[in-house]
């Protein structure tokens, strides 16, 4: 990424604050770098002594377009600095931004208890009144019950409130995210506490303030949309697969109205990742424990588990059996552009394949699976050797420039799967394969349902003519 396109406008001056960030995870080290940039003073928390020592080299331990750049710039201007050591960090600090991780539990919910922790241990080492600021997404009513919780754990005589401002990054263009912002959703008790906060970023990017449960809110209810939005558009590709009908230009057409927005609409193996299947179930769990269950998310969740089963099942199809068979995955991570294989449908689909009992040989430009039984390669043309199908299941774009004929004489068959939609589609077709994606039909698909408009039109028992509309 060229930094030049994704940092701040100069013109675009915040009050310098000091500072505390805990977690240098994604999002924690994003903002932590980000804010650095603005011109804040950062000291940002980290437990993991190898993580720790990495970033005190300005190693980044995870793949961010940008990112490294902005690491290495403000640790040797010294605005950005890491510690595993909490009382420092909080040293004269009177906003602390919690970045820490709240993966699902097995129940769906959210595991907030590294919250618990960092928030307390942030209000025990605070040196002034502070505002413990909630960047990780959790379920409405979180920030007003760490308040409570967190209460007794600072020093006599200090105040500890805690503020909601959700985080929007996507993986792989977090840096570019944060400084194009779509909004900044600040929920507060206090309007002045919300200023304070709002006033971290600079003026001109648009701010939502509201009330804290609203915050958490408008978190879980995006990241719930665009999974419907997904779910809705895999459902739709595959119904023009039964239909015959054209999924690019149908999902193309939808999303050119700009009430839908052609955003999200793009068909595939599933939405993963840690976020979207996380907020999803964190959504119909907070919605079913308010006695307002959601069908519509849990509808997108159902979807979501089909259109994985479909997408192995057709390539089941394509084969005949899947029994002794070689398949080449081509991508592991979750989605192109990050090395995060959390939730990944690609490595989903390893297992499923694997499961009907295919031989699997994946490869990944920068994901790696550090789980047993998943037998990854250094290069595609590797993966294919020999291999009876070959199925891209990461949208990256070196797979586009793959060599047709190359893969041709290293492949035993002659079935491309590209459930991402990234190949083009003629120079295989042309090198002798059978390509199949996610809303194109098998060879043998054809358009049965023509005589249902045709039943439609007659109205039987009735004299024939055309009625007035
Ligand atoms: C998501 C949201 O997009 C961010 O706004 C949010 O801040 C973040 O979660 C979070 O909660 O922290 P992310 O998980 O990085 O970001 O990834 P997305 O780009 O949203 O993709 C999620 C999944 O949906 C991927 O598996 C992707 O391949 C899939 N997807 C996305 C589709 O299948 N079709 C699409 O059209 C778009």
């Given at each position: 990424?060229?930094?030049?396109?994704?940092?701040?406008?100069?013109?675009?001056?915040?009050?310098?604050?000091?500072?505390?960030?805990?977690?240098?995870?994604?999002?924690?080290?994003?903002?932590?770098?980000?804010?650095?940039?603005?011109?804040?003073?950062?000291?940002?928390?980290?437990?993991?002594?190898?993580?720790?020592?990495?970033?005190?080299?300005?190693?980044?331990?995870?793949?961010?377009?940008?990112?490294?750049?902005?690491?290495?710039?403000?640790?040797?201007?010294?605005?950005?600095?890491?510690?595993?050591?909490?009382?420092?960090?909080?040293?004269?600090?009177?906003?602390?931004?919690?970045?820490?991780g709240t993966p699902p539990r097995s129940d769906g919910e959210p595991d907030?208890?590294?919250?618990?922790?960092?928030?307390?241990?942030?209000?025990?080492?605070?040196?002034?009144?502070?505002?413990?600021?909630?960047?990780?997404t959790?379920?409405?009513?979180?920030?007003?019950?760490?308040?409570?919780?967190?209460?007794?754990?600072?020093?006599?005589?200090?105040?500890?409130?805690?503020?909601?401002?959700?985080?929007?990054?996507r993986e792989?263009?977090?840096?570019?995210?944060?400084?194009?912002?779509?909004?900044?959703?600040?929920?507060?008790?206090?309007?002045?506490?919300?200023?304070?906060?709002?006033?971290?970023?600079?003026?001109?990017?648009?701010?939502?303030?509201?009330?804290?449960?609203?915050?958490?809110?408008?978190k879980y209810?995006s990241n719930t949309f665009l999974a419907v939005k997904i779910s809705?558009?895999n459902?739709?590709?595959?119904?023009?697969?039964?239909?015959?009908?054209?999924?690019?230009?149908?999902?193309?057409?939808?999303?050119?109205?700009?009430?839908?927005?052609?955003?999200f609409?793009?068909?595939g193996p599933g939405f993963g990742g840690s976020c979207l299947p996380k907020d999803l179930s964190g959504f119909i769990a907070?919605?079913?424990?308010?006695?307002?269950?959601?069908?519509?998310a849990r509808a997108a969740q159902r979807a979501n588990d089909t259109a994985l089963?479909?997408?192995?099942?057709?390539?089941?199809?394509?084969?005949?059996?899947?029994?002794?068979?070689?398949?080449?995955?081509?991508?592991?991570?979750f989605k192109?552009?990050?090395?995060d294989t959390r939730f990944s449908p690609a490595v989903a689909l390893?297992?499923?394949?694997?499961?009907?009992?295919?031989?699997?040989?994946?490869?990944?430009?920068?994901?790696?699976?550090?789980?047993?039984?998943?037998?990854?390669?250094?290069?595609?043309?590797?993966?294919?050797?020999?291999?009876?199908?070959?199925?891209?299941?990461?949208?990256?774009?070196?797979?586009?420039?793959?060599?047709?004929?190359?893969?041709?004489?290293?492949?035993?068959?002659?079935?491309?799967?590209?459930?991402?939609?990234?190949?083009?589609?003629?120079?295989?077709?042309?090198?002798?394969?059978?390509?199949?994606?996610?809303?194109?039909?098998?060879?043998?698909?054809?358009?049965?349902?023509?005589?249902?408009?045709?039943?439609?039109?007659?109205?039987?028992?009735?004299?024939?003519?055309?009625?007035?509309?």
């Open positions: 990424m060229n930094l030049d396109d994704s940092r701040f406008q100069a013109s675009e001056s915040v009050e310098p604050t000091r500072i505390c960030v805990i977690g240098a995870g994604y999002v924690g080290l994003t903002a932590a770098a980000c804010l650095s940039e603005l011109g804040h003073e950062v000291r940002c928390v980290e437990v993991d002594a190898t993580r720790l020592a990495a970033l005190a080299r300005a190693e980044i331990p995870i793949y961010e377009p940008g990112l490294d750049e902005l690491v290495t710039r403000h640790t040797s201007s010294g605005r950005l600095t890491f510690t595993d050591d909490m009382a420092s960090a909080m040293d004269g600090v009177s906003v602390a931004l919690l970045c820490v907030l208890r590294q919250l618990g922790r960092a928030a307390t241990a942030a209000a025990a080492a605070a040196t002034s009144d502070v505002a413990l600021v909630v960047k990780s959790v379920p409405p009513g979180t920030c007003e019950a760490l308040e409570l919780f967190v209460g007794g754990h600072a020093p006599d005589g200090l105040r500890v409130r805690v503020v909601s401002n959700p985080e929007f990054l792989g263009r977090a840096v570019w995210d944060f400084f194009h912002p779509d909004r900044v959703v600040v929920g507060a008790d206090d309007s002045d506490l919300a200023r304070v906060v709002a006033g971290l970023y600079p003026s001109s990017w648009p701010l939502v303030a509201c009330s804290r449960r609203s915050a958490e809110l408008v209810a809705f558009a459902e739709v590709a595959a119904l023009c697969e039964a239909l015959g009908a054209e999924t690019d230009k149908v999902l193309g057409g939808v999303g050119l109205d700009a009430r839908i927005g052609g955003a609409l793009n068909p907070v919605a079913e424990s308010a006695g307002r269950p959601s069908e519509v089963i479909t997408l192995a099942a057709k390539i089941e199809s394509a084969l005949g059996s899947l029994e002794g068979r070689t398949i080449a995955v081509l991508g592991l991570a192109a552009g990050t090395d390893v297992r499923e394949l694997e499961k009907r009992g295919a031989h699997v040989r994946a490869h990944d430009p920068i994901a790696r699976v550090a789980e047993p039984g998943v037998h990854q390669v250094a290069d595609p043309y590797e993966a294919a050797h020999g291999a009876e199908a070959l199925v891209v299941a990461t949208g990256w774009e070196q797979y586009r420039e793959l060599d047709p004929l190359r893969l041709r004489e290293a492949m035993s068959g002659h079935v491309i799967m590209d459930a991402v939609g990234v190949l083009a589609i003629e120079p295989l077709r042309d090198a002798g394969f059978d390509l199949y994606g996610i809303g194109r039909g098998l060879v043998t698909s054809f358009a049965p349902v023509l005589w249902r408009p045709l039943e439609w039109m007659l109205d039987a028992g009735q004299p024939s003519g055309v009625a007035n509309p």
